[in-house]
Structures are given as C-alpha cells and as structure tokens.
C-alpha cells in the first residue's frame, strides 16, 4: 500500500488498566494471531515478547511502555503495551498523549480497579477514545455485569456490549457476537487461532436478545438518519450499527466492550477487529492545539496531513545498549527524512536525524522516512528530552509539555566502591532522562547521593536495573519520605545585593510579596514591578532567583503552596546585573520564608485494601494504627474493599503485613493523594 493511502489504515492504540488485569497477555495473543509471533509467550513463565526488561520478566509486570507495530485486515496497528503498576503512571501518561485511541482492560473479577479508574479519568483528560474488554471470564468470581455496572459508577463511562459470554468461570465456554447474532466457540488446539460460527444455544437467545436491542438504540442515538429509522421501526443493517457506534466513540459518547478470556485465547480476535471498526485513524482524532514557541496565547493550528510542516512529540525517552539513548516520537503533521535537520522548539536546539526506526517490541527496523500518524524512534538526538515537540526550522511549533507527579519518597544510594562514584552518577542521569518521575541529587551537607521516585517498587526496580543494564551494584539506606514545606504567614520581603564580586560592583534589589496559596496549587508567581525601578530585561533573573530558593526551605525541602509576588525594588545603571537580581531575590525568599511561619508537610496516599471478609477486622485496626483514615468499606462479590488515606511514612513495607494479617489473600494500591501538615514527631 502507498503511504497515502494507509492514513486511514493506521490505529495508533494503547492498553491500560490495572496491575494483573491481563494486558501483556492480550498484547501477545494479538501478535500472535496478526502472524507477528509464531509461538505465544506467557508473563507467568516469562517469556512474554513485550516485556523485554529482565525485571519484567521475572516480576511479572510491565514496566516501561514498549511500542510495537502489527497488521490485520490490511490495516496497520501501532500498540503501546502500558504498565498497570501506579509506580508506573508516568509511563501511561505519556503513552496517552501520543495515541489516537485505547482500550480499557478489566478483569471480569476485579472490575474497575483503582489504577484502571486513575488510567481512564487520565485518558478522559487527553479525549482519547476508547473500547473496553472484560478479561479473565474463566476466573472464579468472574461477573460481566458487574464489571459493566462499575464501568457506569466508577467511571461514569457509557458502556454498550457488542460481546457477551457464554457462562463464566469454569462454564465459561466462548462469546456471543451481538452484531452478527451468532456464538463464536475457539479451539484451543490451536490458540484460539480458529474458531467457529454457530447459532447462538438457545438458554443464550434471550439475553442475547436483551444485550443487542440496547447496543442497536445506543448506536441509533449517535447519528440523526440511523435515529429516524430506528424509530419508525426499521431494522438498522449491521454496518449501520458499526457506522452508529463508531460515531459514538470518536464523539466520546459511548464505549463498546467486548469479553473473553486471553489467557484461555477466547475472544481476542473480535477485540483486534473493534480496534480497527471503533477507534480512530490519525486523520479522525481531535488534535491538541500548538502555540508559538516565543507566544504561548499565540495558538497554532496544524493537520493531522504530511503536506503541512513537520511537527512531533518525544513522549518517552530510552536508554538502548546498542544505539545509545533513543527518542520515541509521534509525528501529528508533515513528515521526516533521515539526514534532516529539525528544530527542538522546546529549548530552541537543533537536532539532527541521522536515523528512524520502526520498533518491534526491543527490536527495530530502520527506515527512510517517517510521516504524519507514524510513531517511530530516533537514536542519538543530544538534546531532546520525554515531551519536547520537534517541528520544522521555518515552522516553529511547540506542544503542552506533559505534566508528570512529583517524586515523594527518597533513598540514600552510594556505590561499592569510591571508583564506581562517577559512573553511577552517569547511569542515573541516563535514567532520569528516560523517567521524568525520578530525581537524584547530592545531600550538600553528607555528600551522600539520595534517589527520589514516585513509590517503594519504583526505585528497587531503579536500583535493579543499575546492576543489570549497568554493571554498576548499589548500596541502598531505607526509603525516607520527600516531605514539603509551605508558610501559614504573608509577609513583605526586601532582598538587597550590594557588594564587590571581583573587580565589579554588583548592585541588585527587589521587594517580595510572599503569601501562602491553597493547599494542592503548587507554586504561584506574579510581577507586578514598574520597568522604571527594575528595567524588564530584569525581571527573568528575578523569577529564577525565586524558583532556585524554593527547591530548599529551612528544614531543607522543597517550597509548595506558595505565592510569589515582585513588588517593588530598584536598579543602578552602573552596577547592576542579572546575577545580582538573582542573589537579591534568593536573599529575600529565604529570609522571608523564616518570617512566614514555616510548616512541613507530608504526602498522603489513597489506599484500596481488597480482602476476604474474615480478615478486614484485623487489616482496619492495623491500618488504623498507621494514622490511616476509613472513608469506606464495600462489598464486591466475595471481597470487602476498605478504602482510606494514610501517611506515606505509615506505609513502608506495608505489603508484608498485609499478607500476614491476611495470609496473603489480600491485595492493596497506594496512589498518591495530597500533601498535609506532618504529624508533630516528624518536626525535627
């Protein structure tokens, strides 16, 4: 097929869920049954094709989002395989801001879990369209309905089944189209790869019936010509139906789903199928605007079209053993060549492309060009990081950077030997150019190197990949929280430069309104000087000497919830200068934040613990003692669900616990929450 021709033969998808629902699973049987693998993989033998990592082979998860290209019916499939872990968030974050659709996988037992609700209400934000599909209807506890009804009240989703089984758990025997009306039975001699088309059993008839009128008035409802036939009683033709659905998807109104069980290799190919007749081609997404890299009120507009200007996101940066540090990118309009050179609008860099590879899990095909819809990788680009747009030299564009949560647990890290110092400290700049969840830094006053991550698994896995990919073994202290501090006080603040540096006078003097902000607002900063006191080609020096100081508070944590305003200062002609301005407004945030009250915070979690019922007195006295607080407790079929919110520094080695008090039949996740005074023993 020619390049212009597939634009609307290409899906750019993702799967997201929770931990454990079955994604990489799922991912292998599509691969498997697009001829891509010729045998299939297991997560649970570690052998799956996706998850390449040693770590996610032997844990069992998916931890970085790996690409990977396929085809069915003549159309080409880009997947991104997302991690499910809530350490792991960043990486679907990132994954959702480059993909045309995705779906949304449950577990037929579990439901909508808490990281499938973070993951869909993320996906909300971004208007990715999506389908959905109930896996593991072989389990025990395995319950389609109830998965819909969450789907309706966790999610306030609109899902319209097109599948539905044929039993569950162990009577699980296939799946009903609803769409064709006929039962799907798959042999599992071979994979699940053939299956056969029956008249649906007749104790299936009347549900079938019942599940395929609302499907066709769901479809009816999101095109007028479909409507008004629908209600002058004209049965819809099948392609209608498809044409009513798919409308209802790219408008963000409904969601089909779909059911099976991967594992057991029932209904994957009817998924691979919705894929390609439900989610959008990279000419039917919504686009998000750009804006002029100097100008950010200045919106441009481009096409999802390879005649407009070269315009792409980085959405994920990846250290690779053979071609060095790789960019993976998703171009939204025009196109690249290799040997071009193009722009880094978003720190104003030129970048050369010496090469593009098309990516197949860990492995990679190069190739020549790379146009609008492609999501592909770059090796060796110098300067660009996750988020950064690319775009035409003659057409500068810049993108929303992605947003990704703060580290909020810290961990001492030093190598074995005095040797190995520099070297570590090269890896981690490595990582931390690939995770932009994760930070290290050098305590000023210990010299000690100290890690900081978004949970526990996300810096052993850190600490892990050191000694695999690296060589470089690492001693690890105990996990400490990253408190934050803020003020409860206003105060006006004078910072005042004027001293000899050298043989130059330096003159610098600035006045600082400095007041708390609500809790959850982060940093707010205003300028409200006159140019005649402190000329404008000032006023960037001033605003970085703030945010510097804020990295540090008196008890030797970042500022948050606070609010910055330049009021007043003053300049000579002679002697003043933008380091200057910088060492006056660091002067006066720091001496102001003393005056401001000063209070330390500490991070909370939302915390879903989910556990046979004869457990949950022991689990709430436990977790009560760890100053966590009950919002709820539910039942979900044969488990109770105990949600609250707990202090991070409560919850280290939690799991432990949790599986003694419970002999391991209970399951928790942590996400984080919010930021509260910290309780009067961590004031030190």
Not at 130 to 138: E, G, L, P, S
Not at 484 to 502: A, L
Not at 574 to 598: R, V
């Amino acid at each position: 097929m020619s390049r212009s021709s597939t634009k609307s033969k290409i899906r750019n998808i993702g799967i997201m869920a929770h931990i454990d629902a079955g994604k990489t699973t799922t991912t292998e049987r599509i691969l498997f049954y697009t001829g891509y693998l010729h045998r299939i993989g297991e997560v649970d033998d570690g052998t799956a094709f996706m998850d390449y990592m040693e770590q996610e082979r032997e844990r069992g998860i998916t931890i970085m989002s790996a690409a990977t290209t396929c085809y069915w019916r003549d159309y080409q499939i880009n997947i991104i395989d997302t991690p499910g872990h809530v350490d792991f968030t960043a990486e679907v974050q990132r994954s959702l801001r480059v993909l045309d659709g995705a779906i949304g996988l449950f577990c037929a037992v579990g439901g909508v879990e808490p990281q499938s609700e973070t993951v869909w209400h993320q996906a909300d934000m971004y208007s990715v369209p999506r389908i959905a599909f109930i896996n593991k209807m072989d389990r025990l506890g395995a319950d389609f309905e109830r998965a819909l009804d969450m789907m309706r009240l966790k999610l306030k989703a609109n899902p319209v089944a097109v599948t539905i089984p044929m039993g569950s758990e162990d009577q699980f025997k296939g799946i009903i189209d609803l769409i064709e009306m006929k039962a799907l039975f798959f042999d599992s001699e071979s994979y699940g790869a053939n299956f056969q088309k029956e008249e649906i059993p007749e104790e299936f008839t009347k549900i079938a019936k019942e599940y395929r009128d609302k499907m066709v008035e769901a479809a009816a409802e999101n095109d007028d010509e479909l409507l008004a036939k629908y209600l002058d009683g004209v049965d819809l033709t099948n392609d209608e139906i498809k044409h009513g659905l798919r409308s209802g998807v790219l408008g963000l109104k409904l969601n089909p789903v779909l059911c099976g069980s991967s594992l057991k290799n029932i209904g994957v190919q009817p998924l691979m199928d919705a894929i390609i007749d439900y989610l959008p081609s990279p000419e039917e997404v919504r686009y998000f605007d750009g804006f002029e890299p100097e100008n950010e009120s200045k919106k441009i507009r481009r096409n999802p079209s390879d005649d407009e200007p070269f315009s792409a996101l980085a959405f994920k940066i990846l250290t690779d053993p053979f071609v060095g540090k790789l960019a993976f990118v998703r171009i939204y309009s025009g196109k690249v060549k290799t040997g071009e050179t193009v722009l880094n609008a978003t720190i104003g860099k030129r970048e050369k492309i010496n090469k593009l590879l098309k990516m197949y899990s860990n492995k990679r095909q190069e190739i020549g060009e790379a146009v609008s819809g492609d999501i592909f990788a770059i090796p060796g680009l110098r300067f660009t990081r996750t988020g950064d747009t690319l775009c035409d030299q003659k057409n500068p564009i810049m993108y929303e950077k992605i947003q990704f949560a703060e580290p909020v647990i810290n961990q001492k890290i030093e190598a074995r030997t005095l040797a190995d110092r520099e070297k570590l400290i090269v890896a981690l700049e490595k990582l931390v150019e690939e995770d932009p969840t994760l930070r290290f830094n050098t305590d000023n006053e210990s010299g000690e190197l100290i890690l900081s991550g978004v949970g526990e698994l996300h810096l052993e896995i850190i600490v892990d990949r050191l000694k695999r990919e690296f060589n470089l073994p690492a001693r690890v202290g105990k996990p400490q929280v990253s408190y934050r501090e803020t003020i409860t006080e206003t105060v006006m603040q004078e910072g005042k430069i004027e001293r000899q540096m050298g043989d130059k006078k330096q003159y610098g003097h600035v006045i600082l309104k400095i007041e708390p902000a609500k809790r959850g607002e982060g940093f707010v900063y205003k300028n409200l000087l006159d140019e005649n006191q402190v000329p404008k080609q000032y006023f960037s020096a001033i605003e970085k000497g703030v945010r510097e100081s804020l990295q540090v508070g008196p008890k030797g944590y970042p500022v948050i919830d606070i609010k910055v305003t330049a009021v007043g200062g003053s300049h000579s002609e002679e002697s003043s200068t933008e380091i200057a301005f910088i060492f006056a407004a660091s002067q006066a945030i720091q001496e102001g934040i003393l005056k401001a009250n000063p209070l330390l915070l500490e991070p909370f979690f939302e915390v879903e613990i989910v556990s046979p019922e004869e457990y949950v007195g022991d689990i709430i006295a436990d977790f009560s003692s760890r100053r966590g607080k009950i919002e709820s407790i539910n039942q979900q079929g044969v488990m109770q669900v105990v949600k609250g919110s707990a202090p991070l520094s409560e919850m280290f080695g939690y799991i432990t616990t949790l599986r003694s008090l419970s002999q391991g039949r209970a399951v928790y996740t942590m996400i984080f929450s919010h930021y509260e005074q910290a309780a009067l023993e961590n004031r030190k």
